[in-house]
């Protein structure tokens, strides 16, 4: 079967279009026929081991351990192990596997998968599981969201937060997304119920106070988010334009939480079947539809992690293998 694969830790330049072996599925895995796969920051922060405590995470000291990289993956299952129950061969799949989603076929645990909803396309289905999961986990989980809440999601144009927009909307919350000029439009269709406009506006000057302020991969200090938020609200960061503003989330947020009103913290992403359900309930209501900027073929994935590494990307950015689709 044809790859992307990652011998060492670089820039998309190192990454090689190879023929494998095809994976064979362990008891409870299942071989899965990938269709389309996305990308995610994820992937080229273990690509370039940026932050160098991906290393430290399992990705390997000296090299990857992993040297396929795409976790968000849908397509059709081809073989099941023994132990699979829930699957079967031409079963319709999406999920979110560890490792080796820039492939023809990977393996993965079928605790990770769930049944690609019947009116959904495959490049559909593969934009969804990290971004969805993140913001799910991020607003229910972290951020304790309830109806009537007023909630700012900064970075509202991106792969997390044109999810986090639609699911803010599906809790009964007042959306408020931040973004550039160019994607004002594009936050507003999804259902925000004001934008701001971040070349033109300071939210964190002067502005309304927020009961609840995701930031996706938030280019401000904690100290300026406290700012706007209400006096018992809460900061929840996805990701982080700095390591220095990660740490700074994860050893001041309990200490601020601790000794004040508001609280705040940075959050991991829990692939787990059970979210992926809901997810998937969401999708068949119409409540979330994922947003797609630009397609690329399997030999494109360097191409297509330049691009979303600019930071530019509205919504998600896919994969397929079904037709040699590009750009649109």
């Known amino acids: 079967m044809k790859a992307i694969v990652c011998h060492k830790y670089g820039s998309p330049d190192v990454l090689k279009l190879e023929e494998v072996q095809k994976p064979i599925p362990k008891d409870n895995e299942v071989l899965i026929k990938i269709h389309a796969a996305s990308i995610n920051p994820l992937d080229w922060h273990f690509l370039r081991a940026d932050p160098f405590f991906v290393r430290l995470m399992g990705s390997g000291l000296l090299k990857p351990k992993n040297k396929i990289l795409g976790a968000d993956i849908a397509g059709q299952v081809e073989a099941v192990g023994r132990s699979v129950k829930q699957f079967q061969p031409g079963d319709e799949v999406f999920g979110a596997i560890h490792s080796g989603g820039f492939a023809e076929y990977a393996c993965a645990p079928e605790k990770v998968l769930v049944l690609k909803p019947a009116g959904m396309t495959f490049e559909e289905a593969a934009a969804v599981p ?3 999961l993140t913001s799910l986990q991020g607003l229910r989980d972290k951020g304790k969201i309830q109806p009537g809440q007023k909630i700012l999601i900064h970075g509202a144009s991106g792969g997390v937060g044109t999810f986090a927009v639609q ?3 599906s809790f009964g919350a ?9 994607n004002l439009d594009m936050v507003r269709s999804i259902g925000a119920d004001q934008v701001i406009d971040y070349t033109q506006d300071d939210f964190t000057k002067n502005g309304p106070c927020y009961d609840l302020i995701l930031a996706v991969a938030g280019d401000r200090s904690i100290f300026e988010y406290t700012r706007a938020l209400s006096p018992k609200g809460t900061l929840v960061l996805i990701g982080g334009s700095s390591v220095a503003q990660v740490f700074a989330a994860t050893l001041l947020g309990p200490l601020i939480s601790m000794f004040g009103g508001k609280k705040m913290g940075a959050m991991m992403t829990k692939a787990n079947q059970q979210d992926l359900v809901l997810v998937k309930e969401l999708l068949e209501a ?7 900027d630009r397609r690329y073929t399997l030999s494109e994935v360097p191409e297509a992690l330049r691009y979303l590494e600019e930071g530019h990307a509205r919504g998600k950015v896919v994969i397929t293998l079904e037709a040699n689709k590009k750009h649109n």
Do not use: F, L, Y
């Open 167 to 169: 699911m803010a909307k």
């Open 286 to 292: 119409g409540k979330v539809v994922p947003v797609i």
């Open 130 to 132: 990290v971004a969805a």
């Open 174 to 182: 007042r959306v408020t997304g931040v973004c550039s000029t160019r």
